[in-house]
């Protein structure tokens, strides 16, 4: 029996194929799914924030930062046995949840930001990113399965796609 | 109060945090009342610390479709404010104020969204005067945005906000009743620098 494991909002989670892994209702948040494709190692990481170096008084939760959350993941992963070299990702989310009329706050371009990070990121440990479904304005939640690599997006008023 | 986290805030001045609570959720009430005219009664609200992943469970879930109400708030505190209601209390106020101009089950008309983004000023505002009164300090709203969708990605805009200082958000959970019991949530995200100058503006000691 396959499992699908949850991961929460600042979390990540890994898991061997046939298991797969999940995170509901992503907002501004970005998901970022990586697998090895040989081993069938994959994880998905819930990150909040672009970068962990702007925070003042030294927030500690890995998993919240694109910058520390995807470097997280890829060591978890690695101690079950995938190879760096191999890895490949997939992300969503990202989305602009509310229009200001008019107003680009910097409330709005979080979402952006954290797309920006986990791509400067993903490419500065060379793990290329095979698809992604990223920006507009709704929420998504995904499921992962390290087994095929597919990553299952769903979104209220909308067909389930699979990227 | 340089590196004051929000948990410290929290803990020691929890009871006035619920107040400002309580009173800003019955404002927010009666505001709604009025604009209902009917009778609004509300239970005491619920003030609540809470970690990002359970926030969404207590709001039935992550997938929990919602409406949210979002806006800025400017003036002597910096933040943004959101005001949310479960999707099925949403069409229930939308219906109550378009006078049944909506019908059961239908989808969210281009109406019933500004009838609903009307309510959600009129709730956050009468929320927001109240703790302007309460602090003297002068607070204003900027116009909000509306989105209706998953609990998790509306939460997502306010828990960002608190991500910067801390893993936690804090949460007034306020039930109303007319006919129907509606649970209502209100998400006040003041900069910490502004929980210093509501608490001084209260008179209360800020180490």
Redesign the interface.
């Known amino acids: 029996m396959s499992e699908i494991i949850k991961v929460?909002?600042?979390?990540l989670k890994t898991c061997v194929s046939p298991n797969g892994v999940t995170t509901?209702?992503?907002?501004?948040?970005v998901g970022i799914a990586i697998r090895d494709p040989v081993t069938k190692i994959g994880g998905l990481a819930h990150v909040?924030?672009p970068d962990s170096t702007a925070?003042?008084?030294g927030?500690l939760?890995v998993a919240?930062f694109a910058d520390t959350g995807i470097v997280e993941l890829v060591l978890q992963m690695e101690k079950l046995g995938a190879k760096r070299s191999r890895m490949v990702a997939k992300i969503a989310g990202g989305?602009t949840?509310?229009?200001?009329?008019g107003k680009s706050?910097a409330?709005g371009q979080?979402g952006q930001r954290n797309v920006e990070a986990t791509k400067a990121k993903l490419k500065e440990l060379r793990i290329p990113i095979l698809a992604e479904d990223t920006g507009a304005?709704?929420?998504?939640?995904v499921i992962f399965y390290p087994e095929t690599g597919e990553f299952h997006i769903r979104a209220?008023g909308k067909s389930e796609s699979v990227i | 109060m340089g590196?004051m986290?929000l948990e410290q805030v929290t803990e020691n001045y929890y009871d006035v945090l619920k107040e400002l609570g309580n009173i800003g959720a019955g404002n927010a009430m009666t505001a709604l009342a009025q604009m209902l005219q009917c009778k609004v009664d509300m239970k005491v609200p619920q003030v609540r610390l809470l970690d990002?992943?359970s926030v969404?469970e207590m709001m039935g879930?992550?997938?929990q479709?919602m409406l949210?109400v979002?806006l800025?708030v400017e003036g002597d505190i910096t933040g943004?404010m959101m005001f949310m209601v479960e999707e099925e209390s949403a069409r229930h106020l939308i219906r109550k104020i378009t006078m049944g101009m909506l019908p059961e089950g239908s989808e969210f008309e281009e109406m019933g969204l500004s009838a609903m983004k009307e309510v959600g000023n009129i709730i956050t505002g009468a929320y927001l005067n109240s703790l302007s009164m309460m602090t003297n300090l002068k607070i204003f709203p900027?116009?909000p945005?509306?989105?209706?969708?998953?609990?998790?990605?509306?939460?997502?805009?306010p828990?960002?906000?608190f991500?910067?200082?801390?893993?936690k958000i804090l949460l007034i959970q306020s039930q109303f009743y007319d006919d129907v019991e509606l649970d209502g949530y209100f998400i006040l995200i003041p900069d910490l620098e502004s929980y210093a100058r509501i608490l001084t503006a209260l008179g209360l000691p800020v180490v």
């Open positions: 929460g909002m600042a979390d509901l209702g992503l907002g501004s948040c909040m924030l925070i003042r008084n927030n939760t919240k989305a949840m509310f229009s200001f009329e706050t409330m979080v304005n709704y929420g998504r939640t209220v | 590196e986290t990002f992943a969404g879930g992550e997938e479709i949210g979002f800025g943004s900027t116009p945005a509306l989105t209706i969708d998953m609990a998790g990605a509306i939460l997502s805009v828990a960002i906000q991500g910067i200082f801390g893993d």
